[in-house]
């Protein structure tokens, strides 16, 4: 499996950029995983639904399955947050795993920067960013892909990876 990871600040477009780049490797017949980093709080289950009630009462996986799809939820319960690597293991194998977020993550990224977060670029601290997409002309010490131009992006990502 190959790895590439889009990192950026909040609201810099990495998630549409994910997005676009797993549509556009999956047109050209790679099979793609993806992993995102929440900061926040989140949960995809609901109260009330089954599997939220084994959760709640002290399950710490439950898998649910159907037809269509299969989802696993892990509660931590305390315990620390699995490493991008553990993560990574937990998948099947695919062509690509794409990974949005985990700045300080040691596997080779791109960085989206929109002008308008007014965030400073992370490329010039960080020798992990190989690129940085944007929608401007910072000065960078990697090269500058424009944000919305998916198939550049793409493509760098198969040269790098030899994909």
């Known amino acids: 499996m190959k790895i590439w990871g889009i990192t950026g600040w909040k609201n810099s477009g990495k998630t549409g950029l994910v997005e676009r780049l797993v549509a556009e ?13 929440a900061h ?3 949960d995809v289950d ?4 089954d599997s939220y009630r084994h ?3 002290g399950a710490s996986e439950v898998i649910l399955s159907s037809r269509n799809r299969i989802a696993q939820m892990t509660e931590l ?3 620390d947050e699995p490493s991008v690597t553990d993560l990574i293991a937990r998948l099947r194998p695919c062509d690509l795993v794409l990974i949005e977020g985990y700045k300080s ?13 007014g965030q400073p670029l992370i490329a010039p601290s960080d020798p992990t960013i190989r690129a ?9 010490p990697v090269p500058l892909l424009p944000l919305d131009d998916t ?4 493509a760098y990502i198969r040269a790098e990876l030899g994909l």
Do not use: Q
Request: net charge neutral; proline share 6%; glycine share 6%.
């Open 25 to 37: 490797f999956t047109a050209d017949g790679l099979t793609v995983s993806t992993i995102k980093h």
């Open 40 to 42: 926040h709080s989140f």
């Open 46 to 49: 609901h109260p009330g639904r």
């Open 55 to 57: 959760r709640d009462a």
């Open 77 to 79: 319960r305390g315990d």
């Open 105 to 117: 993550a040691s596997h080779p990224k791109i960085e989206a920067h929109r002008a308008a977060t």
């Open 132 to 140: 940085v997409a944007t929608d401007s002309a910072p000065d960078a």
């Open 151 to 154: 198939a550049a992006i793409a």
